[in-house]
């Protein structure tokens, strides 16, 4: 086998920044920017963005105050372009095949269908901040509205078998988001000429994306995604790209242990019909952040770091794939007990899974979504920086020990394995740094 992939790229830039009286501040920056990955009618793409800056704080009405040590207002709008795209999607690319011979040699398909007029996608990202410093440095506040516009996407799409290919790369709707982001941070102690600082900090992000002018562009890839186990991602106009889509469930029966589906219309019926999928969930979180403390104290540092999702939802694939969609194969594997303990066995029986069976296909709906609130233990580090007589008598400069713990622990409100295959990664690294 025999793979390459690779890319060309071109720029052209220029960057500016001017300061008035460190109060008025400007900043912008212009590219042109050119990559093969793109179709050969739209190789180059203009990126620009500018941004406005005003410390207040430096203002003449604000001497003598010594309320704020900063209060600064930003804003910024510009387009960052994007290149991370595969190397031959704008491409028509042949494979070779073993199993299609003639008399002159092997033969060959057409892998993927080109697109010439492929552009990048273009995203206005829009910005508004606050920055506060107050209390002699004992508070800090920084606050950002922002809003970004993608226009337009870059879509795999579902093309007929007719064609030869099963899909080709296009530029297809686009993607709105706002959102909101916030962080507090209090020094109870701030004596930094002592060496002596503690920090208590707290981050907050709220944001909310929806596709737009779609129309039946992605209508294949959603009636694919139908047909998927466990796919429950669709592309509708003002719908939401993380939002979670299947059929309503009102559980399963005690009489039959068979899952009763509710329709469109609050109708109720045993039989499975993918056109009544709605939303029921979304997997973006309402509100997700990072909670943190620092102590510094001599030479002395301490940090932990822990990162939270509030209000978001989840559908189980470990439930869906190792309690109910168990197959005659899959046996041999590793299930999940619950398979055992919780399926449906006997009439009458409340349960919350179907009765076992190795031949009924278990189709995805509400049962199989739930809320997911989780903290995780983000980052925990220790170290100290010797500052004794005996470093410079050594002929060190600086002498540093450091231990770091990534990802330590993770509490969910969802009972959901990773398994073998998936697991979450630990992390704990020692380092000793010395500097001649």
């Known amino acids: 086998g025999y793979s390459e992939s690779k890319t060309r790229a071109a720029s052209f830039y220029v960057n500016g920044g001017y300061a008035y009286d ?25 990126t620009w963005s500018v941004g406005l800056g005003w410390n207040i704080h430096n203002e003449a009405f604000m001497e003598g105050t010594q309320l704020f040590q900063l209060l600064k207002l930003r804003g910024s709008v510009g387009n960052p372009g994007n290149q991370n795209f595969a190397a031959y999607q704008a491409f028509s690319t042949y494979s070779f095949t073993h199993w299609m011979s003639n008399v002159f040699g092997t033969g060959v398909i057409l892998e993927g269908l080109g697109n010439p007029d492929l552009t990048w996608q273009e ?38 078998s007719s064609l030869g290919v099963k899909s080709v790369v296009m530029n297809a709707g686009e993607q709105n988001t706002n959102g909101v982001e916030a962080t507090i941070k209090v020094s109870p102690i701030y004596r930094p000429e002592e060496g002596i600082l503690w920090n208590i900090s707290l981050n907050g992000r709220h944001s909310k994306s929806k596709y737009a002018n779609i129309g039946n562009s992605l209508s294949g890839m959603n009636e694919q995604n139908k047909n998927i186990p466990a796919s429950t991602t669709r592309y509708y106009d003002g719908g939401s790209p993380t939002a979670i889509w299947a059929v309503r469930s009102a559980g399963i029966d005690p009489a039959t242990g068979q899952e009763l589906f509710i329709k469109k219309d609050g109708t109720y019926s045993f039989t499975y019909d993918v056109n009544d999928e709605v939303v029921l969930g979304d997997t973006e979180p309402k509100l997700e952040g990072v909670i943190g403390t620092t102590l510094y104290y001599k030479g002395f540092s301490f940090g932990c770091y822990f990162r939270y999702r509030l209000g978001g939802q989840v559908f189980n694939d470990a439930l869906f794939n190792k309690v109910e969609n168990i197959s005659l194969t899959d046996v041999e594997y590793n299930q999940d007990k619950r398979a055992l303990y919780d399926r449906w066995t006997t009439p009458g029986q409340n349960a919350q899974y179907k009765g076992i069976s190795l031949i009924q296909k278990t189709e995805k709906s509400s049962r199989f979504v739930m809320d997911e609130n989780t903290l995780s233990g983000e980052s925990f580090n220790v170290g100290y920086e010797f500052t004794q007589p005996f470093i410079k008598r050594a002929g060190l400069s600086a002498l540093t020990l450091q231990a770091n713990m990534n990802d330590i622990f993770r509490i969910s409100s969802v009972k959901s394995e990773r398994g073998i295959d998936y697991p979450f990664a630990r992390t704990v690294s020692f380092s000793l740094s010395a500097t001649f």
């Open 22 to 46: 460190n109060r008025y501040l400007l900043d912008f920056n212009y590219r042109s920017d050119g990559a093969s990955m793109f179709g050969t009618n739209n190789r180059f793409r203009n």
């Open 123 to 160: 995203t206005i990202n829009y910005n508004l901040g606050l920055d506060v410093t107050m209390f002699n440095n004992h508070l800090n506040i920084t606050f950002d509205y922002f809003r970004k516009n993608t226009d337009p996407l870059l879509a795999v799409i579902t093309t007929p």
